[in-house]
């Protein structure tokens, strides 16, 4: 009994996929509010998200966000946005994601074939509510898991990614 109490409590806490789910919002944004002849409390960022999806796909755009504080919050669909696109699985040493680019153009213009980035591999730490990935903080905010995953979904490109074991 005593060795099953000893080895209990030496467990690591696992990171539960529930919470993880959805979309994260990068957290040091800085809003600009839109011209007063447009909407006086509309603001809008440049903004990082990160999309886990409960089917263990994973993606990270960068895109304009516009909000209205206490109303809405949501990804423009007017502006451009660059997504990478990959798979992730949460364990006890935080969250292990491997992705590639997803290029919005052709892949073949007459100035040149794009230069493809390769697949990138990262882990992602979870403290409390907010995850660490490199630099930047997140936090979740499931007023953009609708956007996120659409704009996840309408890419045409389709990345296989193998993780490394």
């Known amino acids: 009994m005593c060795l099953l109490a000893f080895a209990a409590g030496k467990q690591e806490p696992r990171v539960d996929a529930a919470p993880l789910t959805g979309a994260w919002l990068q957290t040091d944004l800085?809003?600009?509010?839109?011209?007063?002849?447009?909407?006086?409390?509309?603001?809008?960022?440049?903004?990082?998200?990160?999309?886990?999806?409960?089917?263990?796909?994973?993606?990270?755009?960068?895109?304009?966000?516009n909000r209205i504080p206490g109303e809405y919050t949501t990804?423009?669909?007017?502006?451009?946005?660059?997504?990478?696109?990959?798979?992730?699985?949460?364990?006890?040493?935080?969250?292990?994601?491997?992705?590639?680019?997803?290029?919005?153009?052709?892949?073949?213009?007459?100035?040149?074939?794009?230069?493809?980035?390769?697949?990138?591999?990262?882990?992602?730490?979870?403290t409390h509510d907010l995850l660490s990935f490199g630099d930047m903080k997140f936090k979740r905010e499931p007023k953009l898991d609708d956007g996120a995953r659409d704009a996840e979904l309408t890419q045409s490109d389709v990345i296989e990614t193998t993780p490394i074991r």
């Not at 451009?80 to 992705?99: C, K, P, T």
């Open 75 to 126: 990804i423009s669909h007017g502006d451009g946005l660059a997504l990478w696109r990959g798979q992730w699985i949460a364990d006890r040493r935080g969250i292990a994601i491997w992705y590639k680019f997803v290029p919005a153009r052709p892949r073949q213009w007459p100035e040149g074939p794009i230069v493809e980035q390769g697949i990138q591999h990262v882990t992602i730490h979870q």
């Open 30 to 65: 800085r809003w600009e509010k839109a011209p007063a002849t447009i909407n006086p409390r509309l603001q809008n960022s440049q903004a990082t998200i990160l999309y886990f999806d409960a089917d263990h796909t994973f993606a990270m755009l960068v895109c304009v966000v």
